[in-house]
């Protein structure tokens, strides 16, 4: 369970990026949160995982006392929670089966890391979460040699790979075209309701956020201003959360047209 | 597709900083080949006289190439160059990390290990085999400490530079996965470097090659023992014999070397 109370975050520049967030997000939920850009989204994930760091207030996530975590315990905590970016962050230069092996680090020994030999154990756990996302037969192509979508399916195998009980997604299919955005959405639904992982969404695009979350929440400003089901969310709704009325930019069918 | 001309938007004028820097190299060019004294027919007329040196070159003794000594300093040159690489090459990767911001999170130490590898590159190869011999003694150990020293320097400024522009992502992921510090290190940052850095440590491969011709001169081993010892009884002929067969190995080794470093960037 992740449960924000009070919870504040002012940059070094004196933005507030989060504001009084009080927030609980229990165990297997599927949330998107949209907001307008500079809303907080982004400041929220990471504030999950520890990335940013809380100006004050309270987090707890899993149990862990994020604001107050030791190097150690941090490095605990980053384990237990998947992260997938909108760059996709992969390692272009190495091989797909070594990027998803990054999210075994926190269980393979320094060492076997060092010379890069790692577990048969692990690598099994590696290949299981590439045929998860349909791609184990790309495990031995270097990264770079992948079109968009399937970089993004290896972000999400090696954010698997963790095993973890969070995944965290930034703006997951920003880089993407339409139909690959779905195909990535796909893959995060499935995921989270087959293996009950806790997974929370940034999206922009209006219409993927009703579509696929359980939950929504809307931020504007650093303050949450929507906490409701997908089904409660109308334009009527979305343009209280943007505090303007809606354009072909805020969903992707409308704008893949133009 | 239309015939008409598009017009551009006007041309930059050269920058007054541009024009200022060709200046300054060509006045600098000139004054400095004045004070040396350089002058193309004082080089032609010198071609002319009788030159002892350029006699040998007629007759190069060929034999010398694959005399018993010459061979054996020949081995004694590449063992220098390929143990001074390696050992240069393999210290100088963890000191390029601990010198950058990526792979040191403390700026004192980074600082400190920065200065020092700028003391170290700032004396010539050729000097670090003077202090060697005067240090160790006359003999190859002390042109491998030199190559050692030298290699060290250089292949920890080029990696550090190359690892300032890396891809932050893959450090930002292996983070958020709960990876200890060597651990993101290795995983993220050095697979980004490796193809640069195996280049650089070809391209030193080749530096310290030719470098370790010179080192002989002031008595650091290998095949500039040999040159110094023709060099010193006259017998240029000898001596022509063996830069050529310098030449050729060096040659060799750079064609190889540049093949391979063509396929690694
Ligand atoms: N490292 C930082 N230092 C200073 N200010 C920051 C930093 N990161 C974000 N901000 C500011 O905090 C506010 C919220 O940023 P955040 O990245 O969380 O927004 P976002 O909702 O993710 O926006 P986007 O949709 O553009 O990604 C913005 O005003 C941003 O300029
Ligand atoms: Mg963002």
Not at chain 1, 136 to 147: E, G, H, I, K, P
Not at chain 2, 241 to 251: E, I, N, Q, S, T
Not at chain 2, 252 to 259: G, L, M, N, Q
Request: with cysteine; charged share 20%.
């Amino acid at each position: 369970m992740i449960r924000f109370e009070q919870a504040n975050v002012i940059y070094d520049g004196g933005v507030t990026a989060m504001k009084d967030l009080d927030l609980e997000i229990g165990d297997g939920e599927f949330v998107v949160i949209v907001g307008l850009s500079g809303a907080g989204k982004s400041t929220l994930i990471r504030a999950i995982n520890g990335l940013v760091p809380l100006t004050s207030g309270q987090l707890d996530v899993n149990g862990h006392d994020v604001p107050n975590l030791s190097r150690k315990e941090r490095r605990a905590l980053r384990s237990e929670v998947g992260m997938i970016f909108q760059g996709f962050n992969l390692v272009d230069r190495t091989s797909v089966i070594n990027n998803v092996l990054m999210g075994r680090l926190h269980q393979v020994p320094t060492w076997r890391t060092l010379i890069g030999r790692y577990p048969d154990r692990d690598i099994q756990i590696a290949a299981r979460a590439l045929q998860r996302v349909e791609i184990l037969d790309r495990a031995y192509v270097r990264a770079s040699n992948l079109s968009g979508g399937q970089r993004q399916r290896v972000g999400i195998a090696r954010a698997l790979a963790q095993e973890p009980k969070i995944i965290l997604a930034d703006e997951p299919v920003a880089s993407l075209d339409p139909p690959t955005s779905h195909v990535v959405m796909k893959y995060l639904q499935q995921i989270s309701r087959d293996l009950g992982i806790t997974t929370i969404v940034n999206l922009h695009f209006l219409d993927l956020a009703t579509a696929y979350a359980d939950r929504i929440i809307g931020l504007r400003s650093g303050e949450l201003v929507f906490d409701g089901p997908g089904s409660a969310c109308d334009a009527q709704v979305f343009e209280d959360i943007y505090g303007r009325s809606l354009t072909a930019d805020d969903t992707m069918e409308k704008q893949a047209a133009l | 597709m239309s015939d008409e001309r598009l017009q551009l938007p006007p041309k930059p004028k050269p920058s007054l900083f541009a024009i200022g820097v060709w200046v300054l190299v060509v006045v600098f060019t000139v004054i400095t080949a004045r004070r040396v004294g350089f002058s193309f027919s004082g080089i032609i007329e010198d071609l002319q006289r009788p030159n002892p040196v350029l006699d040998g070159l007629w007759n190069i003794r060929w034999g010398e190439m694959f005399s018993e000594r010459s061979r054996k300093a020949f081995v004694e040159t590449l063992q220098m160059a390929v143990l001074g690489t390696t050992g240069g090459v393999i210290v100088s990767l963890p000191l390029a990390l601990w010198s950058t911001e990526v792979g040191n999170p403390y700026v004192v130490p980074r600082v400190i290990l920065r200065s020092i590898n700028n003391v170290i590159r700032s004396i010539p190869d050729l000097l670090w085999a003077g202090l060697f011999v005067l240090g160790v003694g006359i003999g190859a150990l002390s042109g491998l400490l030199a190559l050692f020293f030298f290699s060290l320097a250089v292949m920890t400024k080029l990696t550090a530079d190359t690892l300032d522009g890396i891809d932050m992502g893959p450090i930002e992921a292996a983070d958020a996965a709960g990876a200890s510090h060597s651990q993101m290190l290795r995983t993220a940052v050095v697979p980004q470097i490796l193809p640069a850095f195996s280049s650089y440590a070809l391209y030193d491969f080749e530096l310290n090659l030719r470098a370790s011709a010179v080192l002989g001169l002031v008595g650091a081993g290998g095949i500039g023992n040999r040159l110094d010892f023709f060099r010193n009884r006259g017998q240029w002929d000898k001596l022509w014999g063996l830069v050529f067969m310098f030449f050729l190995v060096v040659f060799i080794v750079e064609w190889v070397s540049v093949r391979i470093r063509r396929r690694l960037v």
